[in-house]
T-cell receptor, first 114, second 117 residues
């Protein structure tokens, strides 16, 4: 059974700082990994998708890396802004259950202090 | 592109009644949609996989007779919570899958907040 863990559960940083969110997964037989953003009471916004053959993906101030062999991914946010405050979810897409399901971590709640 | 909508965005119902939630892919077709439930401060838990034209596949512990799923077209899946109870109060999120084997991507709806009184 695939398990996804995100550390830390919550993070508070002053505006302008660079930060790293961590995600680990137990089964390395994944097809891809996604990072999502969720604002309170809202749905999910996809930030970055990394295929299993890729090492990293970048979008603006966001950079996600993937080390499939060690079961780890990081999301790097540069020059954080108050608008970045949200919960960030990591999810892996794997075929262990035979149906290409997404398994989510519990998320990291980020607060960027002005 | 790849927008998924849900209706309603929130609903309050009395215990014992049934509630239907719609999930639509607005600008693409999806043979597979997923229904998730999210409790406060918890992650998304997959409830069921909805396949167009066939019966849904439910995750272990999810009552199929209580959570009825219908995927009648390539752009619409519905989740009906029957005989709702307060413990069914949660945030329900659907997603639609696109792509092909090994290169799937899911697009998520905005969620529906269900409160059962």
């Amino acid at each position: 059974k695939q398990e996804v863990t995100q550390i830390p559960a919550a993070l508070s940083v002053p505006e302008g700082e660079n930060l790293v969110l961590n995600c680990s997964f137990t089964d390395s037989a994944i097809y891809n990994l996604q990072w999502f953003r969720q604002d309170p009471g809202k749905g999910l916004t996809s930030l970055l998708l990394i295929q299993s053959s890729q090492r990293e993906q970048t979008s603006g101030r966001l950079n996600a890396s993937l080390d499939k062999s060690s079961g780890r991914s990081t999301l790097y946010i540069a020059a954080s802004q108050p608008g970045d405050s949200a919960t960030y979810l990591c999810a892996v897409n794997y075929s262990g259950a035979g149906s290409y399901q997404l398994t989510f971590g519990k998320g990291t709640k980020l607060s960027v202090i002005p | 592109g790849a927008v998924v909508s849900q209706h309603p965005s929130w609903v309050i119902c009395k215990s014992g009644t049934s509630v239907k939630i719609e999930c639509r892919s607005l600008d693409f077709q999806a043979t597979t949609m997923f229904w998730y439930r999210q409790f406060p401060k918890q992650s998304l838990m997959l409830m069921a996989t909805s396949n167009e034209g066939s019966k849904a596949t439910y995750e272990q512990g999810v009552e199929k007779d209580k959570f009825l799923i219908n995927h009648a077209s390539l752009t619409l899946s519905t989740l009906t919570v029957t005989s709702a109870h307060p413990e069914d109060s949660s945030f329900y999120i659907c997603s639609a899958r696109v792509g092909r084997e090994g290169i799937y991507e899911q697009y998520f709806g905005p969620g529906t907040r269900l409160t059962v009184t």
